[in-house]
């Protein structure tokens, strides 16, 4: 098995770097003082924006990869016409 943090490492990782670029491009296109949120104006600074929006960016590529990580998993055959997902690929 797989040890935990190499598991938490294979998810967060590339979402850290896919949130890097969501939030370069994103920022590239709006202003974080034009950036309203259900029609209310954000109070914080600028930099209080970026950081939101990088996090918010950072979660929902978190919530993406991790689902991949969920359906990427080997599927081993138990001989018994039954299939069982392993948590590191070996049998």
Same mark, same amino acid.
């Given at each position: #098995?797989? $040890?935990?943090?190499?598991?938490? #490492?294979? %998810?967060?990782? !590339?979402?850290?770097? #896919?949130?890097?670029?969501?939030? +370069? ?6 202003? $974080? *003082?034009?950036?309203? %949120?259900?029609?209310? *104006?954000?109070?914080?600074? $600028?930099? +209080?924006?970026?950081? /939101? ?13 991790? /689902?991949?990580?969920?359906? %990427?998993? !080997? %599927? /081993?055959?138990?001989? *018994? +016409?039954?299939?069982?997902?392993? *948590?590191? +690929?070996?049998?």
């Amino acid at each position: #098995m797989e $040890p935990l943090l190499s598991r938490i #490492m294979q %998810v967060l990782w !590339p979402s850290f770097l #896919m949130a890097t670029v969501a939030s +370069g491009l994103f920022f590239s296109l709006f202003n $974080p *003082e034009d950036v309203y %949120v259900f029609g209310f *104006e954000l109070t914080h600074s $600028p930099m +209080g924006v970026y950081t /939101i929006g990088f996090l918010l960016f950072w979660a929902l590529c978190a919530a993406s990869s991790w /689902i991949t990580y969920l359906l %990427v998993r !080997p %599927v /081993i055959n138990t001989g *018994e +016409g039954q299939q069982k997902k392993t *948590e590191n +690929g070996a049998a």
